[in-house]
């Protein structure tokens, strides 16, 4: 098999593999989110009830907020670099010598002699899509195949945090007791957290027990800092 058609088949550089970023965005901010908000909620209150209807608030409240500020955030990057390629080919357009300047430059930093770059630079300004693309790349570092698609990473987001935000509040639907609630709650959360880690470290081919350590840290702390803000507010 070619080398290079075997790289790109990597699970990192699929579309999916791309969007482990908002899946473990999502997911953690949802788990850390609601386990720290319940976790104070409930040091603050004793009624479970509150505690559940809050928390499903929050959530609905976390999940629409993810999910357009994940499309504005992808969105507005598409357009800026947009913009950044349409300014290149003005350039080129309307002056060519600047860009042959840049393109010695950035050979001239890998170190290349003026000798070994003119045939480089005969080749690129021969065509000038090949000249845009390889400005594109090497110049503003912008893939060629790159586009963020927003309404799927709103969506991914969305929903993610969606996955995140549920198991916390599971305990609440069940008892009364708020200790035995947020126990439970947390002990979900960090189960969930250890898994998000371990599929994430699947993916990103990077140690499954440190990356799913991270991200229980994280959500741990999250939590201990609602709790005992919800304390004190109560003792108040």
Known sequence: MDPLKRFHNEDWHTPEGKLIREFVFGINDGLVTTV????????????????????MAEIVAGTVSMFFGAYLAAKSQNEFYQKEI?????????????EIEEIYELYADKGFTK???????????????????FMIQDELGISLDYYEKPLKIAS?????????????????????????????????????????????????????????????????????????????????
């Open 36 to 55: 720290g908000f319940v976790a104070g909620v409930t040091g603050a209150l004793v009624n479970t009830k509150i505690v559940l209807m809050s928390g």
């Open 86 to 98: 349409r300014r290149e080919k003005r350039e080129i357009a309307e002056n060519p010598d600047h």
């Open 115 to 133: 000798e070994e770059i003119d045939p480089i630079v005969k080749r690129l300004t021969a065509d000038k899509k090949v000249l845009l693309n």
């Open 156 to 236: 991914y987001t969305g929903l993610s945090f969606l996955a995140g935000g549920v198991p916390p509040l599971i305990p609440y639907f069940f008892t009364r007791n708020s200790f035995t609630a947020i126990v439970i709650s947390i002990l979900l959360s960090i189960l969930v957290l250890l898994f998000a880690g371990f599929a994430k470290a699947k993916v990103t081919k990077t140690n499954g027990l440190k990356s799913s350590m991270e991200m229980v840290l994280i959500g741990g702390a999250a939590a201990a800092a609602g709790f005992v803000c919800g304390r004190l507010i109560g003792l108040i």
